[in-house]
């Protein structure tokens, strides 16, 4: 394998900084305070950096968008697995999708801001993200059906409504404990959500 010189490690070292500088930001002040000036200022580094590694603002989100996005970072190896799953163990792999999704939104405050952001503001940047997301899953969603000879597409919606449950589960949890008498302020009441999100899949994919 061919080693890395230090030019080609300064560079991968200075663009995680200003990806992570994002994240900072936005955990702190929240996107609407995301500029070039104050990234760079985050990640002390000149502002230059982030059009001659990134094109722009808009590119460096991007990049902040694919390394934090579940759905839009695991992807590969998400299909990846499908591919080498035999038809009989591919609910255990809609299960672990989607419970990883789960984990990883709660544990992710830059995760949920992202989400946020995408749900109140509408722009090219925002939808952008959301269609790559969009066609990760559907990717994903087509694989799953071939494998399992699924030929009725209601399974879409099922899968819909559980992503769309989850969002709202852990967005909902930052401002409430309980939801319909689910403790969202407790890891027993997530290991229920868990449990739920197991059961409709059991129950819907044994058809």
């Known amino acids: ?30 996107f609407k305070n995301i500029g070039i000036n ?49 038809k ?3 609910k255990s792999v809609i299960i672990k999708i989607l419970t990883g999704q789960l984990r990883e939104l709660l544990g992710s405050r830059e995760l949920q801001e992202l989400m946020l952001w995408e749900m109140l503001e509408k722009n090219e940047l925002t939808g952008a993200i959301a269609r790559e997301r969009e066609m990760k899953g559907f990717e994903l969603s087509m694989a799953l059906k071939r494998k399992m000879d ?31 008498g689910i403790q969202l302020n407790s890891e027993e009441g997530w290991q229920k959500v868990e449990n739920a999100i197991k059961q409709i899949v059991n129950t819907y994919f044994n058809q």
């Open 150 to 180: 699924i030929r009725n597409n209601d399974s879409d919606a099922v899968i819909a409504l559980l992503v769309s449950g989850i969002y709202y589960l852990v967005l909902r949890s930052r401002t409430v404990d309980v939801f319909n």
């Open 88 to 90: 009989d163990g591919l």
């Open 38 to 86: 104050a990234v760079a200022t985050e990640a002390r580094l000149d502002k230059v950096l982030i059009y001659r590694y990134f094109g722009g603002l808009d590119g460096l989100l991007r990049e902040f968008a694919k390394q934090r996005d579940f759905y839009i970072k695991t992807s590969e190896l998400i299909n990846k697995e499908v591919e080498y799953t035999g």
């Open 1 to 30: 394998m061919k080693k890395k010189n230090s030019t080609q490690r300064n560079r991968e070292q200075s663009m995680q900084k200003l990806v992570d500088a994002v994240g900072k930001i936005i955990i702190r002040d929240g």
